[in-house]
């Protein structure tokens, strides 16, 4: 499922406009992001946990030539299912 498909389902189950529904996602997306920019963990529970995570720079290796090539530290973005998710994936 994609983000225009995600739209058209959450319109469909609730009646709202596509637009409406549209804009909802995207301040979602945004609010999301931005606390992830700030350190903050956002939790839906049952559902999981966003956060961001820090990679320590390392050494890595290009696969062509085996040349060693350092990777630079990161923070990186994750996620976490939470028990309601993974009890019904299941």
Excluded: C, Y
């Excluded at 739209?7 to 301040?27: F, L």
């Excluded at 049952?46 to 720079?57: K, L, M, Q, S, Y």
């Amino acid at each position: 499922m994609n983000k225009g498909e995600l739209i058209d389902a959450v319109a469909a189950a609730t009646g709202q406009s596509k637009a409406a529904v549209g804009g909802v996602v995207d301040a979602t997306l945004d609010a999301i992001t931005d606390a992830l920019k700030k350190g903050d963990k956002v939790t839906f529970t049952g559902f999981g946990t966003f956060e961001r995570r820090h990679r320590e720079a390392r050494m890595g290796r290009n696969p062509q030539t085996g040349e060693a090539v350092p990777i630079k530290a990161a923070n990186v973005p994750a996620f976490k299912a939470g028990k309601a998710l993974k009890d019904a994936v299941r």
